[in-house]
């Protein structure tokens, strides 16, 4: 059981590239959060996915954009990478409702240039 | 407004000493409320949470937390520091109990724990 899963652990892009980011669970949750890390402020939600085909904006979805084509996996796409964007990324799966714990994936770290 | 505020953004105890990381929130709905912790370079992992049974909430590694509904507050405690302690705590509250959205669950924006030896 690997849990949550996140694929690259680094990477660095220039201003306009676009790239995906992976993120993978085992535990058959129905739900998966990508959610942005930045000093001083939290998490803060970008999109979310209430299962399979499900896809839902969060606190901050502009410049990103995700699929949920099967329950285990939920990529990030960034369309057009802004230094904006520089930040730390992780994904997120629980099994249901919101007392329900939420599992974390490793983290990407993002440097956009 | 619906939010959940930490209090201190940096908190440094000696090594045996106690430790204290403040967290209020505020919700129209009785909450669900959650501390995290996240050790340098780590993902986040669950310390304890509560969802509306017993106040005082037990977690691991000798953490604990008392909900006080007049003060609003979830506060973490821990009696006696030590140096594996180090981390960044988030507080997250879920504002409405038993609704299937993630985007109901608001994080603090962390307290980072330094513990002197």
């Known amino acids: 059981n690997a849990g949550v899963t996140q694929t690259p652990k680094f990477q660095v892009l220039k201003t306009g590239q676009s790239m995906t980011l992976q993120c993978a669970q085992d535990m058959n949750h129905e739900y998966m959060s990508w959610y942005r890390q930045d000093p001083g402020m939290g998490l803060r939600l970008i999109h979310y996915s209430v299962g399979a085909g499900i896809t839902d904006q969060g606190e901050v979805p502009n410049g990103y954009n995700v699929s949920r084509s099967t329950t285990e996996d939920f990529p990030l796409r960034l369309l057009s990478a802004a230094p904006s964007q520089t930040s730390v990324y992780f994904c997120?799966?629980?099994?249901?409702?919101?007392?329900?714990?939420?599992?974390f994936g490793p983290g990407t770290r993002l440097t956009v240039l | 407004a619906q939010s959940v505020t930490q209090l201190d953004s940096h908190v440094s105890v000696s090594e045996g000493t106690p430790v204290l990381l403040r967290c209020n929130y505020s919700?129209?709905?009785?909450?669900?409320l959650f501390w995290y912790v996240q050790h340098p370079n780590k993902g986040l992992q669950l310390l304890l949470k509560y969802t509306s049974a017993a106040t005082l909430v037990k977690g691991i590694n000798g953490f604990e937390a008392e909900f006080k509904k007049s003060e609003t507050s979830f506060h973490l405690t821990k009696p006696s520091a030590h140096m594996s302690d180090a981390a960044e705590y988030f507080c997250?509250?879920?504002?409405?109990?038993?609704?299937?959205?993630?985007?109901?669950?608001?994080f603090g924006s962390g307290t980072r724990l330094s513990i002197r030896p």
């Open positions: 997120a799966s629980s099994s249901g409702r919101n007392t329900d714990t939420q599992y």
């Open positions: 997250v509250v879920s504002l409405i109990p038993g609704y299937s959205s993630a985007s109901k669950i608001i």
């Open positions: 919700s129209s709905y009785s909450p669900s």
